[in-house]
Every structure is written in C-alpha cells, then in structure tokens.
C-alpha cells in the first residue's frame, strides 16, 4: 500500500513564527501536492511538485514556499505565519505517466493553528 | 486550464432512496476524473474514476458515475442510500496528457442521509 506521511497530526504556531510541514512518500511517486482545507471551501491547491527540485505554483501560493530536494520529501514552508493560514493541511502524491488516469493518495493531514 | 464545479453544497436524502450528486468541469484536454469521499475526522478515499475506456464508471459501496462529453458532466449516483453514506464527496479533475498537471478538488458535497 502507498503510504504518504505527514511529521504532525496537529501543530499550534505563534504568528510570525516559521513553519515547516513534511511530507513523505514510500512510493517513489513524481507528483506531489500540498493542499489547505477549509469548510466549504473544499481542497485548494497550494504548490505541487511533478519531479525533484521541480515546483509550480497553485492557486493560492501566496505566503507558502515549497522544498523537494529528494524524491520522496515535499516540504511546506510558512515564512512568517499568520492567523488565516490556521487550516487543515494535506499532502498528497501520484505515479505520473502521460496518458494514464493515475490517482492521488494523501495523508492523514496536519492541522494547523496560528495563534 | 482545469476546473470543476459541484453543484450543491448540501444533498440530502431519506435512507433507501437514490443519490445525486452532481459535478461539471472544464478541462482543455483529455480529463481525467475522480470522486473522492471524505467521512468525519477521516481521511480521503477515492470512490472512482474514470479511465476512457467505459462512460459508465463503477466505484466502490455500490457508488456509480457517467461520463458525458458533451454536457462536461461527471455526475455521481448510487440507487439506494445508506446510512453509511453520510459524508463530504469530492469531484476532482487532472489533464492526462499533461507531464505538469495540477489536481484540482471541487468544494464538496455534504451528503446527510435522513432515517
């Protein structure tokens, strides 16, 4: 079974404070996303990554960065965190071959609260 | 680009009685579809996908979803409702034949299931 891994269940963070969010695959995956999820507002794409030291944007990557210096590491970095970041956040990753209807597998994620 | 769009937010339905939930996307190339479904404090499971070779797509607790083309709808059903149904469903939308693709969720599906 794939397994994605994130470092905490549940993290509280001062405002202002720097963040990091881990992320491992045992799968040897290319893709690997980080999402926030928040009532209502479903899944929402921060940053994802479809190789080593490769990143692209998502749709609200402002105030997030991202690392993946290994194939199976995906970091997520709150530069100075601030209370509309407290969320819940998951990883996820995905075998990727062009023309393959391959699914994304998550973990359990980590909820966030800044205080 | 991609997008999916849930219509309701909020479904509900008597137990014994057939289940709709309904989602259109917008995909510039081939799409790859997914239903997730998220219980209470739980984590994602996926439900199904589509994979090209049948429009009717079969998934997992007697779930089903018909691809239609033409109506850019990937709707998901199941004739009898359960109990164990309640939940928050996800439609979710990728491009296949892109080496970069991003995954993107729909906001959600509360499913409440009335006794």
């Known amino acids: 079974d794939v397994k994605v891994t994130q470092s905490s269940r549940y993290l509280v963070k001062r405002t202002g404070e720097k963040v990091f969010l881990e992320c491992v695959q045992d799968m040897d995956h290319e893709n690997m996303f980080w999402y926030r999820q928040d009532p209502g507002l479903g899944l929402r794409l921060i940053y994802f990554s479809y190789d080593v030291k490769m990143k692209e944007k998502g749709d609200i990557p402002e105030g997030y960065s991202v690392s993946r210096e290994k194939k199976e590491r995906f970091s997520l970095i709150l530069e100075s965190a601030s209370t509309n970041q407290t969320s819940m956040y998951l990883c996820a990753s995905r075998f990727h071959r062009q023309g393959l209807n391959t699914e994304a597998f998550f973990g359990q994620g980590t909820r966030l609260t800044v205080v | 680009a991609q997008s999916v769009t849930q219509l309701d937010s909020h479904v509900s339905v008597s137990e014994g009685t057939p289940v709709l939930l309904r989602c259109n996307y917008s995909?510039?190339?081939?799409?790859?579809l997914f239903w997730y479904v998220q219980h209470p404090n739980k984590g994602l499971q996926l439900l199904l996908k589509?994979?090209?070779?049948?429009?009717l797509v079969k998934g997992i607790n007697g779930f089903e979803a018909e691809f239609k083309k033409s109506e850019t709808s990937f709707h998901l059903t199941k004739p009898s409702a359960h109990m164990s149904d309640a939940a928050e469903y996800f439609c979710v939308v990728s491009e296949q034949y892109s080496s970069a693709s991003k995954i993107i969720f729909g906001s959600g599906t509360r499913l409440s299931i009335r006794p």
């Open positions: 995909s510039s190339y081939s799409p790859s």
């Open positions: 589509y994979t090209s070779a049948a429009t």
